[in-house]
């Protein structure tokens, strides 16, 4: 980082610093179509030669790049530039150092069964979620990133970026909601490439809340789990985190809530999926039809969702962390899912507790007395990941526990918060060493050893759990 310091000063003196060229700016136009969306790229600035790449969001398939179709590059004038795919999904385009235009087409499949946040057709009530992933092609000044899988490209060096969305008029009540800026109705701007937010589209209504100031709902027309109460729980579980965190700076948050592609079939009586992208929470639910919308565990269990959803603008939103420690962001989210559903009142103690107690139970089912390094298991294999935010939920019950002997009235929650942001600089993910030393520091080595690290099972009795 400190090699680059010369340069940079250099910059604001002289027009050039070596070979680096203009970053690129970019303005996207969007016409969602009945099978996808045509789009448009203003492109300015960067080399002669162009080097594009399309790629997905984190977690999506790397097959999404297959969707993308009609690549062609123009001239201002409207003479077609040389193109030439390069690599997966890649291409070179002669743009000669003038601004040129590049078209292409987003085609979607009408019954994607997987993919739920990076979805799906444009037909009937049906929408689609642009979510830092497929549709937004990346602009290069050199072809190495097109060497690399869809899912590993950069954005790519850019300056600004406009994002600009024309709904036909056959659908009056589609709308964009996103936490990028709206300089008019469904134009956004922003300083980097479009890869970083999330856009949905379709027909949404959005709501301000009050009391939790910077947070927005984005309710589907179609939403229909406690939809005279949704609000008034996303309020209070969100001031529940505040109370306990304190709140982050300059909120500017948005909960998404669609229901689940009718694809998805709901196993049990309610199914959930969320997906934190910046300051947005992308949520999907739906339950069995034959379960009536206000029942009491719909309630239960979509306030400790939610909770564990909105906890994330803190953890990994606030405070950044390396994969290593996805127990803790994920096990701490689970952990205070719960406890910000207790402190509203939609789950009482008592099945609070029952309810960790069964989580225990299936921790043993699937496997969880195979102890082992929390953020060793955090690498690990995909089909893991389950039974690592069940044990990240118990060692955090756990810590509590201790942390509560020694600080009786003190939250520990708040306590770690303030250690957690006080060690991040903003820029780097803070890692295992620096959380192994932050949690030694308040609980003690032993408890660190045994729990985070795994060189003792987690048991009922220590985590408080009696009569199991
Ligand atoms: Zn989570």
């Not at 060497?147 to 964009?176: K, L, M, N």
């Not at 107690?357 to 298991?377: C, H, K, N, V």
Request: proline share 8%; hydrophobic share 40%; aromatic share 8%.
């Amino acid at each position: 980082m400190r090699k680059l310091l010369p340069c940079l000063l250099g910059l604001s003196l002289s027009a050039a610093c070596g070979q680096a060229p203009e970053p690129y700016w970019v303005d996207f136009t969007v016409r969602p179509s009945a099978d996808g969306a045509e789009i448009v790229a203003e492109v300015s600035g960067g080399p002669k030669t162009a080097w594009v790449g399309f790629g997905v969001g984190p977690g999506a398939s790397p097959q999404l790049v297959d969707q993308i179709s009609g690549v062609a590059a123009f001239s201002a004038t409207g003479e077609a530039l040389e193109i030439e795919p390069t690599g997966r999904a890649g291409y070179r385009v002669e743009a000669k150092g003038e601004p040129w235009r590049l078209t292409y087409r987003l085609r979607l499949r009408p019954h994607a069964e997987d993919h739920s946040f990076y979805r799906a057709s444009t037909r009937g009530d049906d929408y689609l979620v642009l979510a830092g992933s497929d549709a937004w092609p990346r602009f290069y000044a050199d072809p190495t990133p097109l060497t690399r899988p869809p899912e590993a490209r950069p954005a790519g060096p850019i300056s600004g970026a406009t994002a600009r969305f024309q709904f036909s008029a056959s659908d009056p009540a589609w709308t964009v909601v996103s936490t990028a800026w709206e300089e008019t109705p469904n134009t956004f701007a922003m300083r980097q490439h479009p890869v970083g937010s999330v856009f949905a589209l379709g027909p949404f209504d959005t709501v301000q809340l009050p009391d939790a100031a910077g947070l927005r709902i984005a309710l589907h027309r179609d939403w229909d789990i406690m939809p005279s109460q949704i609000e008034s729980l996303l309020e209070e579980l969100m001031m529940s985190h505040r109370e306990m965190l304190t709140a982050p700076d300059s909120v500017n948050a948005l909960a998404l809530l669609s229901p689940m592609p009718r694809t998805l079939s709901v196993r049990g009586g309610l199914r959930t999926a969320g997906m934190v992208r910046g300051q947005t929470l992308v949520v999907y639910a739906a339950k069995a039809p034959a379960i009536p919308t206000n029942h009491p565990d719909i309630a239960e269990a979509m306030a400790v969702f939610l909770g564990h959803e909105l906890f994330h603008l803190w953890v990994p939103t606030g405070v950044q962390v390396t994969r290593e420690l996805s127990w803790l962001s994920e096990g701490w989210a689970m952990h205070m899912g719960r406890r910000a559903a207790v402190a509203t009142g939609w789950l009482d103690q008592a099945a609070g507790t029952r309810r960790l107690g069964l989580s225990y139970r299936r921790y043993l089912d699937i496997g969880g007395y195979r102890a082992g390094s929390l953020p060793a298991a955090s690498t690990g294999p995909e089909d893991q990941r389950n039974l690592l935010y069940l044990r990240g939920e118990l060692v955090f019950r756990l810590l509590e526990r201790e942390w509560d002997r020694a600080n009786p009235g003190e939250p520990f929650e708040r306590a770690l918060w303030s250690a957690l942001e006080g060690a991040y600089d903003g820029v780097e993910p803070l890692d295992s060493a620096t959380v192994r030393t932050i949690l030694t520091d308040l609980v003690d080595a032993t408890t660190v050893r045994r729990y985070v690290e795994g060189q003792a099972p987690l048991t009922p009795d220590a985590l408080g759990l009696a009569g199991r």
